[in-house]
């Protein structure tokens, strides 16, 4: 398959771009031509690769869910343990290619958007690492959800400003954020977290996450003897998604399975599944599927997990879905949360609920296929923030 | 001829500067802007912009957040922003009117669809925040085609040939943001914004608007002296804020606004 995407401007065939007001894009500019210099440059990745290995643990395993497998009764499960990560999830990969970058450009500053804190934490322990101010905005909702992690921001050093505009989730996290960009772009350094937003961001994010895809690609071979039948994993922004997917569009015999957040059920509007039930727009500075009323204004959203609570999606699987190359289906808060169930009763593993989605999905598929087949999951955080959403959803106190 | 090259004509004959209020339509009420428009006229606008609220304004201060949350909760749409402009047309043939908002509920509305609307409506211009120049070729060209303006903005950070794009693309004025920051933010570098107004209009070749954190009459006079309009948002809309009838919105926006206008055209007279 011929492919090579974004373009030149930041174009994913009719998504991505750079649709922000004008005091941002000089900005958008040098930032995407410091990335540039960088990607060429090999002291930058080599420096990326020794902290992967060093700093955050890389290569993350692969491990043959044999009992839950067994359970299920169908294909074999793998899954790609971003959840043992420092800082237990994916989102550290980006953030220490983009807090490099920061450093290269002489930016002392960093800020972040955060849902579930996943990102936020991220951010905040490379801006420690760096010895880089950090800021990070969190929606309101968000910080009532994600108490654990806002007080792992904070040990870390980086200040936690709740945001109250909006429905006071994710996007309006982001919202705040470019505002913050818009006014201190001198000094500042906008780590964002997802292959959402303006370029080069889409793209970048992508790179810097598709370490998890390219490991992947060696592992499975070694495990297996051959590629996987199906990669699937769960899509909010889709930054852990692409980040698996990315290496494998060229191996045209794996399908790609992208998870989104059907929350309470489509049907019932409280969801956060854009690319099976939206439509295309334009919001946070780029062209994607959205979920928007009849008149264009973004919809709230709903999900189980706070990092799924999204109302687009990046731009590359708006491509991805169009031409087919990837399928993007939902799963219920209940899936998510018996999957959640099943892996630590089964495996010993307690998952993020945002991971449990494409594990739900797994789940739903394995009992269908020959044993034979091997499905495997981006395992892309671990649960421990998401104790408290759990117990309060099983009627527990703790 | 559009509305927007002659009001800026009339004025440059005069020797007077423009005074652009930015209301957010539907803000406090969807009745108080029916009766704010003409009454913005009477205070002495010669232009107004008319926000058209969106759910995400990432460019905006919270004072306009807050305005078009306020707005969209008592259901102001885009088909209703025509409405207001339609029925302000029908008592006033010649204020300018420009739309100033986001991209997403134009294209919900679809672009050639919304072109039409704005042109039947009397709308003059249209500023688009988060479509840039390298983003609005079709849809500058569909302005252009139905004789409005597409109105851009630079900023502080703007590299000059971006002042080249937007006079091949734009029209009517140049919308200057006087600070990299969002709409209605405090510091405002006045001798920096008067430094860079000379070259933006011989660039473009577009009269120059300032706009962003100009708060008062001084600073509005201060900018009026170089530029070629002030626009005036953010501390209108705050002014504006608990009126409980549109009589009373609009006492409040006439009481705001023509010191403004005063200044104005004392500080150039002087």
Request: glycine share 10%; net charge negative; aromatic share 8%.
């Amino acid at each position: 398959m011929e492919y090579h995407y974004p373009d030149a401007r930041g174009h994913f065939g009719p998504y991505g771009g750079v649709y922000v007001a004008e005091t941002l894009v000089p900005a958008l500019e040098a930032l995407a031509q410091a990335y540039e210099d960088a990607k060429r440059d090999a002291s930058f990745r080599a420096e990326f690769d020794y902290e992967l290995e060093h700093y955050v643990g890389r290569p993350s395993p692969i491990y043959h869910a044999k009992r839950w497998s067994e359970v299920l009764g169908g294909a074999q499960i793998y899954l790609k343990r971003e959840d043992l990560n420092h800082t237990g999830a994916h989102k550290i990969n980006n953030c220490i290619g983009q807090a490099l970058l920061a450093r290269r450009m002489g930016k002392p500053r960093v800020i972040a958007e955060t849902g579930a804190g996943q990102h936020g934490v991220a951010t905040a322990t490379v801006a420690a690492r760096y010895g880089m101010r950090c800021v990070v905005y969190m929606g309101e909702e968000d910080v009532r959800r994600q108490a654990a992690n806002v007080y792992r921001m904070k040990l870390l050093g980086a200040e936690v400003v709740p945001v109250s505009s909006g429905s006071r989730t994710l996007k309006d996290a982001l919202n705040e954020a470019m505002r913050d960009w818009v006014t201190n772009v001198h000094d500042t350094f906008y780590i964002l977290g997802t292959v959402a937003g303006p370029h080069p961001y889409p793209e970048m994010v992508r790179d810097f996450q598709s370490v998890i895809g390219k490991e992947c690609l060696w592992q499975m071979p070694q495990l297996v003897g051959r590629q996987p039948d199906y990669v699937i994993a769960c899509v909010g922004g889709g930054s852990n998604a692409i980040g698996i997917f990315y290496p494998y569009l060229e191996h045209e015999s794996v399908r790609l399975i992208g998870v989104e957040a059907a929350g309470e059920g489509i049907g019932t509007g409280r969801h956060a599944a854009t690319l099976v039930a939206g439509r295309p727009g334009v919001l946070h500075g780029n062209r994607t599927y959205l979920l928007q009323d009849e008149h264009g204004q973004i919809r709230e959203t709903h999900s189980i997990s706070a990092g799924l609570d999204y109302p687009g999606v990046g731009p590359e699987h708006a491509l991805l879905k169009d031409l087919g190359r990837a399928e993007y289906v939902a799963v219920t808060d209940d899936e998510a949360l018996a999957a959640f169930h099943a892996l630590c009763r089964y495996e010993g593993i307690i998952p993020a609920l945002e991971s449990s989605h494409a594990l739900a999905y797994a789940a739903k598929l394995a009992p269908s296929l020959p044993r034979e087949t091997v499905l495997l999951v981006n395992l892309s955080g671990r649960g421990d923030k998401d104790m408290h959403t759990v117990a309060e959803r099983s009627g527990i106190r703790w | 001829m559009n509305r927007i090259d002659r009001t800026f004509a009339r004025l440059r004959t005069q020797g007077r500067k423009a005074l652009i209020p930015f209301v957010t339509a539907g803000f406090p009420s969807v009745a108080a802007t029916q009766a704010l428009l003409p009454a913005l006229v009477r205070a002495g606008a010669d232009l107004i912009e008319l926000g058209v609220p969106f759910s995400d304004p990432m460019a905006d201060g919270p004072t306009i957040q807050h305005a078009s949350e306020r707005a969209l909760a008592q259901g102001m749409t885009l088909a209703q922003v025509f409405d207001v402009v339609r029925d302000f047309r029908r008592t006033d043939a010649d204020t300018p009117v420009v739309l100033m908002g986001y991209a997403n509920p134009i294209e919900a509305m679809g672009e050639e669809r919304f072109v039409q609307a704005a042109r039947d409506a009397g709308v003059d211009g249209v500023l688009t925040v988060d479509y840039p120049p390298q983003e609005a070729e079709s849809f500058a060209a569909r302005l252009r085609a139905a004789g409005l303006h597409p109105i851009f903005l630079l900023a502080p950070t703007s590299k000059p040939e971006r002042a080249d794009e937007v006079a091949r693309l734009g029209g009517g004025y140049v919308y200057y943001v006087s600070l990299t920051g969002v709409t209605g933010a405090g510091s405002l570098d006045v001798a920096a914004v008067l430094a860079r107004i000379p070259a933006l209009r011989e660039h473009t070749g577009l009269p120059v608007a300032v706009g962003f954190g100009i708060r008062d009459a001084r600073t509005a006079a201060e900018i009026g002296a170089v530029a070629d309009a002030v626009v005036i948002g953010s501390r209108l809309l705050e002014a504006l804020e608990g009126a409980e009838d549109p009589a009373e919105a609009c006492w409040r926006a006439e009481e705001f606004l023509c010191p403004i206008r005063r200044a104005l055209d004392e500080g150039v007279a002087q």
